[in-house]
């Protein structure tokens, strides 16, 4: 899809890109990371040619850029900053269509395309369409800043801190917005951010680059777990192994739960009981209602009054989450094993902290 | 108590009490002729005690009113009464004049005194504070402000005024009058024209050119120091030079006094505001919103006539509207070097000691310095796009 090749960026004597090489892959997102001052925001602007690269080529589709002009080239790239810069006197749909008005659709494409594109960012068309930029919130300007990014549909994104402007809890959920409208439109992204969770969440591929040159390229789980350099090794940190955490869903070493019945009988759950201490207790919908222990089991004449009953939304952890988050709940909960339930709150599996053991020696290998 | 029921309207109680001191002092003078020494006399001297009376309760009504706590009450009350001192004041100054010219020569004259003036002045005081307290209420505030004027140009066009010697001056000269006023209006115009379209440009160049920034505004604000009647001086000699060197230019009318060197010092004073607002509009536009215009394939011309120019306008506007103002003063000086305009009624009225025909100039200036500047703020307020609007929707 996009090819970088031997792009060097000089400013005087300093070099701010130095032969770089990089290649995309289409519907991949890729993410520029790397100090301050390390030429990912650089190599960002020569792909849409805001800066122009002192040597080097970089192809699109096996187009060389420099063989298009710079506007119509930029026509067909989103672009989508920080500080996102909507034009305060442009209401939030006016700002959508600019660049379908630049390509000169016509009135009733562009309306049904920025209302389209205001629905898939979570925000209400009649809510929103009319509004001016100075009457948003900074997740909501960001949010209108990608939707603007998106709106003649490119196949390409470039992105340069899109979610650094807001607080960390409304970051979270853009990021997690992001990736669910990743998997839809299957867009080739170039991110550049200097957060590494951020980096490890939304990244098929890392790109760390130190004083204007490529130093690792790979995926974030090779990243984590076999870092190229000192370099890289220090900048991804002590916690790396909990950093991979995160890249794993619970989904994949969910196991399935030791649970029975609320009304089993006693001699039955004793039996489920055989391997460990304890058991689930879900009710006729497979919801979770508690669990039981073989001690108490034995005194009772029923599960149903032998069962501590618990809140799913306290103890039990959602089939999206990453290894990361049972890890944390685990310790914070002081539980070698947590159930995980789907949507509707009915008992999935369960997951011990030696599948989480398992998972990261499994990963590191 | 009295500390607390004061400050609800501070403003209006100072105009009001600027109202009650105006009864002490002359509203009337006679003179027995245009430029003879004149007799001061009182408002109930001239009037009568009754409508001396009335002028005071009205007054009263105002301060006290000026302590009311309910906002649009206390501006309602407030607009109303200073429009009826507004209103008194005018017929009484009329009618008042009739009366003491009665049984005198036919060249004696009436000319208003400090006492009218200063209740003019406070009347406006506590008109502007009542305005503010009527926010939101757009048609009384209309109203409130236009009342007394609207009371004023009937009164004159019903030849009310006739006997003051302010209108004795104009009468004999109205063809001179229409021909300075209509100069006045073409030299400040004009000058502030010229003056929008090089200001505008020099302040584009100054925004896209380091070199040029520090040069431009350095003689902008150099200029901006020197005396208008230095510069206005200033300017004959050279002009004069050139004519003599190239009789052509005297032919298209440039020559050392008159118009020429007029228009040129107008030229000049309009540029500092209009040069500094061009600058700051373009200037303070968010670098990421054309940055953005730039990564999503707008061309640079695109960005300056789609983003710029509606972003910096209303700027560009205001220091239009601070160079017209200014410039409605200024052209009055250019009188001195035979440009013509309202000054002329000024210096001739200073030469002739008569301070009515000074006040036939300067009386027109302030109310076009107005008219100029309500006009242009409405301008400034259409040109502001409405996501930048304060206080809207």
Redesign the interface.
Known sequence: MIRLEEITKRYGQTAAVDNLSLEVGKGEVCVLIGPSGCGKTTTLRMI?R?VEPTSGRIFIDGENTDHVR???????IG?A?Q?????????VAANIA??PE?LHWDRARIASRSKELLTLVGLSPEEYAGK????LSGGEAQRI?VA??LAADPPML?MDEPFGAVDPLTRERLQAQFVGIQQGLKKTVILVTHDLDEAIRLADRIAIMEAGRLVQYDTPEAILSRPASKFVHDFVGTDRALKRLSRISVENVLRPPASVGIDATVESAVSACDECHWVWVVDDTSRLVGWVDRNSLSAASSVRDSVVTVNPNDIALASTATLREALSRMLGQGLKSIPVVDRDSRLVGEIALADIEAATSEAGA | MFRRLVFRDSVAFSGSVVGLASLLFGWLTVKPSRVAAGASFQLWEGAAWPVTLLMAALWLVCLTASTLARERLRGAVLGITANLILATAFVVAGRAAGQLLEGQDTIARVSLGSGFWLALGGAYVVVFSARESLRGLRFSRYLVSLAGIVTFISLLAAGWFDRLSILQEFSGREERFLQELNRHVLLFAGSVSVGTVLGVLLGVWATRSRRAERPIFFIANITQTIPSLALFGLLIAPLSALSFAYPFLRDIGIRGVGVTPAVIALVIYSLLPIVRNTYVGLRQV?P????????????RR?IFR??EV??AAPLVLEGVRTASVQSVGLTAVAALIGAGGLGWFIFRGVGQQAPDLILLGAIPIIVLALAVDILMRGLVRWAT????RRGE?
């Open positions: 849409n805001l710079p506007e119509k080239l930029r026509q067909s672009y900053i500080s996102v810069g909507l034009f305060p006197h442009m209401t600019v660049v630049l001016y930029p100075g009457q800043g603007r990014a470039l | 968010d990421a919103a054309i940055d953005a215009g730039l990564g999503m394939g707008m061309t695109q789609r983003i509606p972003l796009p409405r996501g930048l929707g």
